[in-house]
């Protein structure tokens, strides 16, 4: 194990003593000093894991040098030692977090064991907060999956805006993961102790959508035997989210914009105005523009919602998210239905990659919940997720199973096999003029220049096999 560890003690014979006795018996790196004011400086320029410190000393004394490094280093250990060892004292250093109280003269060995445990307490401390912050991060984008350009933007303004209380309308096709983003907005935001409420404004039917949202009062309406809460009531606090919110009546989209400008709104049947504090959320797979073009959307409402917009990719200009996406939704229906599959083969995956994915991740993961069903070995074929299709032309194979090489290295092997496919592909339909496969490709001439120079493409030579 290693770490490093401050001494403080203005005895030097005292700093001599220890370190010989840390060093000869342990691998940590000791740091020591006989001003307890410039242990101060020391906590604040680089990471120490233990402090072992003298309780009397000038200046400032050991239980206010404990006081202090909590603040600076709250996983630092300290130990406290003292020739005028009393009960007061050792109760006062543990109640100020003091790992244990140490009384001078001590023998080797009881050093050498404090020390060892206080170590393996600071390791400790260091991988639950690791581990917190890891679930912390889990929890706010697990179903976020992807290392393309586009996600990592995508993951970016999430944390960006998140803090904030601007409203954001999230656009994209269905099945790109909209409401996984407005879950992360929610989630990385300082309302995640409080509701996420989603508003189906597709699902909903018209008649009853102006209650569903805003609950009525007893006797509003036939049927309506007691007063009912709303979703808008029930989301105080935290995040309402309006999924389709294209698909929303012209007459609710004028009472939506009120609540969105006055945060107040009416239960049907009501005579008093309720007042919330929520954060707005919406998604639309609809261009809404052409919908306000088409008299079927409010334009003030619009925007309302625009104030932040994320515009989700579909899975067809991320193909390289393919192979990770595949193998996570693997694992996860492989577990949900009791298998032992651990990979999917370079055909199949080569099939997964030259799919137009109309229907974005949600048809990905379908389609891989079909192969895990009728898989009957250890690994996914091509005919376990397309069955109706004896062999579709490979879209890039691998030289080597990516699950069974570091992440790291895989996700090199996937785009560099993604680049040559590609920029092949798009010479080919370019009759190899560069200018133009630049075009279609929407990228800088420049930079396709590049990426033939750096995946050795002989530019020359597909043009006399065309």
């Known amino acids: 194990m290693t770490g490093k560890i401050l001494i403080v003690d203005d005895e030097k014979d005292m700093l001599i003593l220890l370190t010989r006795i840390i060093t000869e018996k342990t691998d940590y790196d000791v740091v020591t000093t006989h001003n307890s004011l410039n242990a101060i400086e020391i906590l604040e320029n680089q990471p120490i894991n233990l402090i072992i ?65 206080a170590m393996k307490l600071q ?27 586009a996600i990592t933007l995508i993951l970016r303004g999430i944390e960006q805006v998140a803090q904030s209380s601007a409203t954001v309308l999230i ?71 309006f999924d389709e919110i ?42 809404l523009t052409k919908l306000i073009a088409e008299k079927r959307f409010r334009e003030d409402l619009f925007y309302r919602l625009n104030v932040i917009n994320f515009q989700l990719p579909p899975l067809r200009d991320r ?62 074929e091509l005919s376990d997720i397309f069955p109706e299709k004896s062999h579709i032309p490979p879209y890039f194979l691998f030289d080597q199973d990516i699950y069974d090489i570091p992440f790291k290295e895989a996700k090199e092997n996937v785009i560099k096999a993604f680049h040559q496919s590609y920029i092949v592909s798009i010479l080919k339909q370019s009759n190899g003029n560069i200018s133009r496969a630049a075009e279609r490709a929407g990228l800088q001439r420049q930079y396709l220049h590049r990426l033939i120079k750096d995946e050795n493409i002989n530019v020359e030579s597909l043009k006399e096999n065309m």
């Open 246 to 287: 294209g698909d929303l009546n012209m007459v609710m989209q004028a009472k939506l914009l009120r609540l969105l400008q006055e945060a107040e709104y009416k239960p049907v049947g009501g005579l008093t105005t309720k007042h919330v504090d929520i954060r707005f959320l919406a998604a639309t797979n609809q261009d």
């Open 123 to 149: 390791s400790l401390t260091q991988e639950n907060k690791a581990l917190l912050n890891s679930l912390k991060q889990q929890k706010k984008f697990s179903s976020i999956i992807g290392f393309s350009q």
């Open 319 to 380: 193909k390289e998210d393919i192979p990770i996406l595949a193998h996570h939704f693997l694992e996860k229906h492989t577990m949900l239905n009791k298998k032992e599959i651990h990979r999917i083969d370079s055909e199949a995956m080569s099939a997964l990659m030259a799919k137009k994915w109309r229907g974005n991740v949600r048809e990905l993961e379908n389609v891989i919940e079909r192969g895990v069903v009728f898989c009957r070995s250890d690994h996914i």
């Open 53 to 117: 410190t003298d309780l009397k000393m000038p200046k400032m004394d050991g239980i206010a040098l404990l006081e202090q490094a909590k603040k600076i280093q709250p996983t630092a250990v300290v130990v406290v030692m003292t020739a005028y060892a009393t009960i007061e004292t050792a109760v006062e250093a543990t109640r100020k977090g003091a790992f244990d109280y140490i009384a001078k003269p001590f023998r080797k060995e009881r050093i050498l064991l404090t020390i060892n445990n």
């Open 171 to 241: 656009c994209g096709e269905s099945g790109t993961g909209k409401e996984l983003v407005a879950m992360a907005i929610h989630y990385h935001s300082h309302r995640n102790n409080n509701p996420f409420i989603t508003v189906n404004c597709t699902a909903m039917p018209e008649q009853i959508i102006e209650s569903e949202l805003f609950g009525h009062v007893k006797g509003a309406f036939t049927g309506a035997w007691k007063d009912k809460k709303g979703l808008v009531e029930e989301a105080d606090g935290g995040t309402l989210f």
